[in-house]
């Protein structure tokens, strides 16, 4: 690649990063992704932005804010101000890198239409059911034809003092529509879904102080499986083959779940899908972009990169979660306990995904055992070295990866339960791309 086009790419993307990392740095990863990888220029900016969690946040940063009304949002918007009142507001905690985090979701609404919203940094955020506020430097994506407004770390919540904003009395919900499993996603709304039980569970849970009893498990059909919860004893049954009128998709973390509400209709129906595979789906980057996340999917492609994280790592023993310097944020002063784990990110010519693999599939993928890892770093007194080390052995490897994708901030990420590396040719693979990425020069 020549410097002009170098150049280009660099000047690109250092827009998108808006002061991630430091141009030298940039020029670094750049020249790393291009000239040593041999990636084609887009899988490296996919690879890059993905790296640096600013994937789908381009020009957020550069466009000037609008106010707009519900009905004007188009799902496109990267930067937005929007006044609304919070017709219903719900608080999650959620673990995000091994690290528990708040976000607050609901629905907003104005004069002239309601909307989906989640606040991704939701840690000091009280929102009021009925309050009206100010969604200040908000983002939206479309799910399904349906606008979700989303706060990231840029944006703000503040209460609109004063305003007063009347939502029409109508049916915030709307009419639901026959959908098929593999095409929920989590901004479908309300479904009707006909699907065979494939498990059910009876739990006690309390909410709100008051105990209550949840029916949880999967349904499937023959395009896809998702959780499903229902709130009333239906009796279900394993096996059994149902239609779910007006049941509702609510997204934990990016994967769609069927809930069986107060408004559903649930009844018994002839089963019509043969054979159902509960094998993994195989979907693609960009379709799993698309749907936001979901159960036991299944992609192929090619490691473009390590994220910071892999490697040797420390675990707190109470909590499982990652610790810096023996300090647990929930324990404090800890014993740590070594694990080794490969944060990779993915492309497949669609998108970039993260994966996290556990020690097993490292120790399985790289042949670097836990015990080799920690003689290794011990001997060159740095834990760094064994992230290096498996960077080398992984990158350019195409592979297979098996698992729940959730997602957060940084985009799609997939908790890996199997992972497989198709054995080919190495060289031959680097030379497929770097003709590929001489054809398109
Ligand atoms: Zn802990």
Same mark, same amino acid.
């Given at each position: 690649?020549?410097?002009?086009?170098?150049?280009?790419?660099?000047?690109?993307?250092? %827009?998108?990063?808006?002061? %991630?990392?430091?141009?030298?740095?940039?020029?670094?990863? *750049?020249?790393?992704?291009?000239?040593?990888?041999?990636?084609?220029?887009?899988?490296?900016?996919?690879?890059?932005?993905?790296?640096?969690?600013?994937?789908?946040?381009?020009?957020?940063?550069?466009?000037?804010?609008?106010?707009?009304?519900?009905?004007?949002?188009?799902?496109?918007?990267?930067?937005?101000?929007?006044?609304?009142?919070?017709?219903? +507001?719900?608080?999650?905690?959620?673990?995000?890198?091994?690290?528990? %985090?708040?976000?607050?979701?609901?629905?907003?609404?104005?004069?002239?239409?309601?909307?989906?919203?989640?606040?991704?940094?939701?840690?000091?955020?009280?929102?009021?059911?009925?309050?009206?506020?100010?969604?200040?430097?908000?983002?939206?994506? *479309?799910?399904?034809?349906?606008?979700?407004?989303?706060?990231?770390?840029?944006?703000?919540?503040?209460?609109?003092?004063?305003?007063?904003?009347?939502?029409?009395?109508?049916?915030?919900?709307?009419?639901?529509?026959?959908?098929?499993?593999?095409?929920?996603?989590?901004?479908?709304?309300?479904?009707?879904?006909?699907?065979?039980?494939?498990?059910?569970?009876?739990?006690?849970?309390? +909410?709100?102080?008051?105990?209550?009893?949840?029916?949880?498990?999967?349904?499937?059909?023959?395009?896809?499986?998702?959780?499903?919860?229902?709130?009333?004893?239906?009796? *279900?049954?394993?096996?059994?083959?149902?239609?779910?009128?007006?049941?509702?998709?609510?997204?934990?973390?990016?994967?769609?779940?069927?809930?069986?509400?107060?408004?559903?209709?649930?009844?018994?129906?002839?089963?019509?899908?043969?054979?159902?595979?509960?094998?993994?789906?195989?979907?693609?980057?960009?379709?799993? &972009?698309?749907?936001?996340?979901?159960?036991?999917?299944?992609?192929?492609?090619?490691?473009?990169?390590?994220?910071?994280?892999?490697?040797?790592?420390?675990?707190?023993?109470?909590?499982?979660?990652?610790?810096?310097?023996?300090?647990?944020?929930?324990?404090?002063?800890?014993?740590?306990?070594?694990?080794?784990?490969? %944060?990779?990110?993915?492309?497949?010519?669609?998108?970039?995904?993260?994966?996290?693999?556990?020690?097993?599939?490292?120790?399985?993928?790289?042949?670097?055992?836990?015990?080799?890892?920690?003689? *290794?770093?011990?001997?060159?007194?740095?834990?760094?070295?064994?992230?290096?080390? &498996?960077?080398?052995?992984?990158?350019?490897?195409?592979?297979?990866?098996?698992?729940?994708?959730?997602?957060?901030?940084?985009?799609?990420?997939?908790?890996?339960?199997?992972?497989?590396?198709?054995?080919?040719?190495?060289?031959?693979?680097?030379?497929?791309?770097?003709?590929?990425?001489?054809?398109?020069?």
């Amino acid at each position: 690649m020549n410097d002009e086009e170098m150049h280009l790419h660099f000047e690109e993307l250092k %827009k998108e990063l808006d002061g %991630k990392i430091s141009d030298e740095q940039l020029m670094k990863e *750049l020249n790393v992704y291009l000239n040593e990888y041999r990636v084609t220029a887009e899988a490296a900016k996919r690879g890059i932005k993905r790296k640096y969690g600013a994937d789908g946040l381009s020009s957020f940063m550069t466009a000037d804010t609008l106010s707009k009304k519900i009905e004007e949002l188009k799902g496109t918007e990267m930067n937005v101000d929007i006044t609304a009142k919070a017709i219903y +507001v719900d608080r999650k905690q959620i673990t995000v890198r091994g690290n528990p %985090k708040t976000i607050v979701s609901g629905i907003l609404g104005d004069e002239t239409g309601t909307a989906p919203f989640t606040i991704w940094e939701g840690e000091n955020v009280d929102l009021e059911k009925g309050a009206v506020y100010l969604f200040k430097n908000a983002y939206t994506k *479309l799910w399904n034809d349906r606008v979700q407004i989303n706060l990231g770390s840029r944006g703000k919540a503040e209460k609109a003092e004063g305003v007063r904003v009347d939502v029409p009395e109508r049916t915030i919900i709307a009419d639901s529509a026959d959908t098929k499993i593999g095409d929920i996603t989590e901004g479908s709304g309300n479904v009707t879904v006909t699907g065979r039980i494939m498990s059910v569970e009876e739990r006690n849970i309390t +909410v709100k102080g008051e105990p209550k009893v949840v029916y949880s498990g999967i349904i499937a059909d023959d395009t896809g499986k998702i959780q499903f919860s229902a709130w009333n004893n239906y009796d *279900l049954k394993d096996g059994e083959s149902i239609c779910v009128k007006n049941g509702y998709i609510r997204a934990w973390r990016g994967i769609p779940q069927l809930n069986l509400g107060d408004k559903c209709d649930v009844s018994r129906v002839d089963d019509s899908f043969g054979e159902i595979e509960l094998t993994s789906s195989k979907r693609t980057v960009a379709e799993i &972009i698309l749907a936001g996340g979901g159960l036991d999917l299944s992609v192929t492609g090619t490691v473009v990169d390590m994220r910071a994280g892999s490697g040797l790592i420390w675990r707190c023993p109470e909590c499982n979660r990652s610790v810096l310097s023996g300090e647990c944020t929930a324990h404090g002063k800890v014993e740590p306990v070594a694990d080794l784990r490969m %944060k990779l990110i993915l492309d497949d010519g669609t998108g970039a995904i993260s994966a996290i693999l556990n020690r097993k599939d490292t120790e399985k993928l790289t042949g670097v055992t836990l015990e080799a890892a920690e003689r *290794l770093a011990k001997a060159r007194g740095d834990s760094e070295i064994v992230a290096r080390e &498996i960077t080398e052995l992984m990158i350019m490897k195409r592979m297979t990866v098996t698992g729940n994708v959730l997602n957060d901030d940084f985009g799609p990420m997939m908790i890996v339960s199997e992972a497989v590396t198709e054995s080919i040719n190495i060289l031959a693979e680097a030379e497929r791309l770097y003709n590929e990425v001489e054809a398109a020069l």
